[in-house]
């Protein structure tokens, strides 16, 4: 399976939100269901990534994604998940335009800001864009192990139907002690989700440090 994107990362933090089914129903094409962690409660996937090494040089990006089902892959390993990302913003105008371009991620059209602060007992992500905050996200580790993710991207181009696989190789803690959090503020990257029953506290947090994003060949379905 070729691969169309190769972004080498510093640190990266992916946290799942509870959130009501019927606002996850409202972001997803038709033809995609989210995964329910209990009744009428559904999954927000929130992903911040530093990248150290990619075409347009180092980069943060901050990604919004709700969870659904992964289809069995015809290349054999199943993904661990799927995602279906609504928003996301960079803080290269480079960089958003040709992953604009690559996968039809729907980007905030301004440039943010990110800092990523890490100790020993957490990594607190802070986004800024025009100076003004927009979230804070912290998450707490687990065990570390050096692995790979593979997860499921769906995209839509139009009314075009997309998928690709997408892996993550690095350093990796996953745990769901709820340890971390999240504070959201008014902004126009956060203005939907405002209004939606977001959960503060994360259920399942993954930290990753030294690694690598791939982006495979996109396909239709």
């Known amino acids: 399976m070729s691969v169309v994107g190769s972004y080498r990362f510093h640190t990266g933090v992916s946290a799942f939100f509870e959130m009501a089914t019927a606002d996850a129903r409202a972001l997803l094409p038709d033809h995609l269901e989210p995964i329910e962690v209990r009744h009428q409660r559904s999954v927000l996937s929130v992903n911040a990534f530093l ?19 992964p289809a069995v892959a015809a290349w054999g390993q199943h993904a661990k998940a799927g995602l279906y990302p609504f928003l996301a913003a960079t803080s290269s105008e480079e960089a958003r335009r040709i992953k604009a371009e690559r996968f039809h991620f729907p980007y905030h059209e301004q440039s943010i800001d990110a800092q990523f602060i890490e100790t020993h007992e957490r990594i607190r992500v802070r986004i800024f864009g025009s100076g003004a905050p927009i979230l804070d996200l912290s998450v707490t580790p687990g065990a570390w192990e050096t692995t790979t993710h593979l997860l499921q991207g769906y995209m839509m181009n139009g009314s075009e139907r997309l998928r690709t696989i997408l892996q993550i190789s690095g350093d990796y803690t996953v745990h769901e002690n709820e340890g971390g959090e999240m504070t959201l503020f008014p902004h126009p990257i956060t203005t939907d989700l405002l209004r939606q029953e977001v959960s503060p506290y994360p259920f399942r947090e993954h930290w990753f440090k030294n690694g690598t994003e791939v982006f495979h060949k996109l396909e239709t379905f």
């Open 51 to 69: 990248f150290d090494d990619s075409v347009v040089g180092p980069y943060t990006e901050l990604m919004f994604a709700v969870i659904v089902p």
